[in-house]
């Protein structure tokens, strides 16, 4: 006897494969150190601003002493990750998003991330009022309070998004290597580069890298419950 045939009509489809999520370490973890560090930096404890300032005064040295480095450094810092370079970015891929891939949700919710990082750095910014180190033989110059550093959280808001959204649209290993690469290297030199000319303070710099992974991780979990 032959089996009866089951019309396909009325059956649901496949269920869609879930979002890459980070871990909730990544969230935890650096949530926890950013309050720990904000508590330090605002009560002024003196190891680490100690630290900071041999660190820093180190580093200022060498920059005096090396002009053509130094230039270089504000070549990158001013211009390739500038915060506004780094948001153009970001703005260029919610445009891809949004008419490439019709992904208007992930697009308006890449748009609002970057928004909600400036913010946040903002605010933090006038609530610590950490002001700048001063030097009496300056290479650079920076205005507003130096914690946390704005150049370091953006580089690595956008780098952490952007490379989610690479995973999310199943970038190859060749592509995904080369952005691993790319986003470790414009996060770890422009913290680098901030220092280096003598406008931050370490920690600010530390500060910020962890300030944008807790904003990324976070932002990331917001798209994965709220996506329609």
């Known amino acids: 006897m032959s089996s009866p045939h089951v019309s396909p009509v009325g059956l649901e489809p496949p269920p ?11 969230l935890g973890v650096p949530a926890v150190c950013s309050v720990l560090l904000l508590v330090l930096v605002a009560t002024k404890w003196r190891p680490l601003t100690g630290l900071d300032r041999d660190i820093a005064s180190t580093l200022h040295r060498w920059a005096v002493d090396e002009p053509g480095l130094t230039q270089t450094a504000r ?8 915060p506004w370079a780094m948001r153009l970015l970001c703005g260029a891929v919610a445009l891809l998003l949004w008419y490439r891939y019709a992904a208007r ?9 970057c928004a909600a990082g400036a913010l946040v750095q903002q605010v933090l910014k006038a609530a610590v009022g950490r002001p700048r180190p001063v030097w009496p033989d300056p290479v650079d110059t920076a205005h507003y309070a130096a914690f946390p550093s704005g150049h370091a959280m953006t580089a690595a808001l956008t780098c952490g998004l952007l490379l989610w959204l690479l995973r999310r649209h199943g970038a190859g290993r060749a592509l995904w290597g080369w952005a691993v690469a790319l986003a470790v290297l414009s996060v770890t030199g422009v913290g ?19 300030l944008g992974i807790v904003t990324a991780a976070a932002a990331v979990r917001v798209h994965g419950r709220r996506r329609p």
């Open 16 to 26: 869609r494969p879930p979002e890459p999520r980070p871990p909730a370490a990544l």
């Open 192 to 210: 680098l580069t901030r220092v280096w000319l003598g406008v931050h303070w370490p920690t600010d710099v530390l500060g910020g890298w962890l």
């Open 75 to 82: 070549i990158l810092t001013d211009w390739v990750w500038d």
């Open 105 to 113: 949700w992930t697009a308006v919710w890449l748009v609002v991330t």
